[in-house]
């Protein structure tokens, strides 16, 4: 029953390849996010939705495209993937239009070879 | 867009002895500032939060204070035991903008 979900939580791949980070709550929240955690472990906003429609896009490379098909839902696909893409990312999500009862998922680490 | 400084990056202290981590934040429109715990790891988990209509909360051996006039905001642990070592960040916001974090605090908890 864990309320954040994130799969995969290890991903390694190689330069250039495809790959997609899936994330489901099961708070009942409407607002969901996307934040990285780089090795100096900052962690920086990339995508919030609210009830499936974005709210913020932060300065990201277009090869991140976020989709959440429904509002329990938030993947992030992300395409060529490069070295400097190597992070942990982590899904949150929080209720009424806001930022309470914030919560994170357990995070993916991506590992770019 | 908002901006949160947080100092210091790394703070060691004895065990029994208090921690004092400090934030300040530039974005006037921000209404809540919470506090998070990152063990090595694993997720960030909040362990206290405070909204901009309270000065100060407490929970047991954790309590934060807010100063709305001054933007700034502080973590102040007491009596700080070994479970207690990790990375600690503090965080603004409002609405779904989503939250702005700081750069983290490496506590470590001397024996």
């Known amino acids: 029953d864990t309320a954040v979900s994130q799969t995969p939580k290890y991903l390694v791949t190689q330069m250039g390849n495809d790959k997609s980070i899936k994330c489901e709550q099961n708070?009942?929240?409407?607002?969901m996010y996307w934040y990285k955690q780089d090795s100096k472990k900052f962690l920086k906003i990339m995508f919030s939705y609210n009830n499936k429609e974005l709210i913020i896009n932060e300065t990201v490379p277009n090869r991140f495209s976020p989709k959440s098909p429904d509002k329990a839902h938030l993947n992030l696909h992300i395409n060529s993937l490069e070295l400097g893409d190597s992070a942990v990312y982590f899904c949150?999500?929080?209720?009424?239009?806001?930022?309470?009862?914030?919560?994170f998922g357990s995070g993916t680490r991506l590992t770019v070879v | 867009g908002e901006n949160v400084e947080q100092h210091p990056s790394t703070l060691s202290v004895q065990e029994g002895d208090s921690a004092v981590i400090k934030c300040t934040y530039s974005?006037?429109?921000?209404?809540?500032f919470p506090w998070y715990k990152q063990e090595l790891g694993k997720r960030p988990q909040l362990i206290i939060d405070i909204r901009s209509n309270v000065g100060e909360k407490k929970d047991q051996r954790i309590a934060v204070t807010l100063n709305k006039t001054a933007k700034h905001f502080s973590l102040h642990i007491t009596e700080t035991q070994p479970e207690d070592s990790a990375v600690y960040f503090c965080?603004?916001?409002?609405?779904?903008?989503?939250?702005?974090f700081g750069k983290g605090t490496h506590l470590i908890i001397q024996p």
């Open positions: 974005d006037s429109a921000s209404n809540y």
């Open positions: 949150a999500s929080s209720s009424g239009f806001g930022i309470y009862g914030y919560t």
């Open positions: 708070l009942g929240h409407d607002t």
């Open positions: 965080a603004a916001g409002v609405g779904a903008d989503g939250l702005t």
